[in-house]
Antibody
Framework: QVRLVESGGGVVRSGRSLRLSCAAS????????IHWVRRTPGKGLEWVAV????????FYADSVKGRFSISRDYSKNMVYLQLSSLRVDDTAVYFC??????????????WGQGTRVTVSS | SYVLTQPPSMSVAPGQTARIPCGGS??????VHWYQHKSGQAPLLVVF???ARPSGIPERFSGSESGNTATLTINGVEAGDEADYFC?????????????FGGGTKLTVL
């Protein structure tokens, strides 16, 4: 079945880096854009980043622009989120998500279970 | 930046109706989606494209839109409906795209 599985979370000191992974299965990986969304303790759900089907187009939330980088590996059906210059307010559960169709603006109806990132000061 | 506004919390007795609003500029021109999120779980889509319901979601959940406000309605609220609910839209400008979530409404079942 269609599945997304995140990994790579952990506890990290402020200013350090971390790479999150999202393993995709059960669908044609090349056909879909993939998002990262986070759930923070205080702010709720926050969209973080998206990558296009061919990996050439990315968009980021203003809060992470210049610090986070999204990429994908077609040989492994994986999407990555590189987190750099981490701040305490980046503490969250990070989810990868896929839209219901191959359109950019479609609803996110496939979600992973999330991976927790805790940034300490 | 585009902003969606939701009340932070709402309380409803079992069997009653919960109506969760979501306000935003020119919201009528956008497709609004609603997610239910419980701690430790993946977000669950409960309404998409303003008023459509995914398969497997009870008919108690419905969506509507009027002017600049979208509303998620839960009829016959059950204890298991206690969760955080988020509205969401896609916002596109000439040089950027963002997927915007409302601040979320914590629904408490009394």
């Amino acid at each position: 079945q269609v599945r997304l599985v995140e990994s790579g979370g952990g506890v990290v000191r402020s200013g350090r880096s971390l790479r999150l992974s999202c393993a995709a299965s059960g669908f044609t990986f090349n056909d879909y854009i993939i998002h990262w969304v986070r759930r923070t303790p205080g702010k709720g759900l926050e969209w973080v980043a998206v990558i296009s089907q061919d990996g050439t187009t990315h968009f980021y939330a203003d809060s992470v622009k210049g610090r986070f980088s999204i990429s994908r590996d077609y040989s492994k059906n994986m999407v990555y989120l590189q987190l750099s210059s981490l701040r305490v307010d980046d503490t969250a559960v990070y989810f990868c998500a896929r839209p219901s169709t191959t359109s950019w603006n479609d609803v996110l109806n496939v979600w992973g279970q999330g991976t927790r990132v805790t940034v300490s000061s | 930046s585009y902003v969606l506004t939701q009340p932070p919390s709402m309380s409803v007795a079992p069997g009653q109706t919960a109506r969760i609003p979501c306000g935003g500029s020119d919201l009528g021109t956008k497709s609004v989606h609603w997610y239910q999120h419980k701690s430790g779980q993946a977000p669950l889509l409960v309404v998409f494209d303003d008023d459509a319901r995914p398969s497997g979601i009870p008919e108690r959940f419905s969506g509507s839109e009027s002017g600049n406000t979208a509303t998620l309605t839960i009829n016959g609220v059950e204890a298991g409906d206690e969760a955080d609910y988020f509205c969401q839209v896609w916002h596109s400008t000439s040089d950027h795209q963002t997927w915007v979530f409302g601040g979320g409404t914590k629904l408490t079942v009394l």
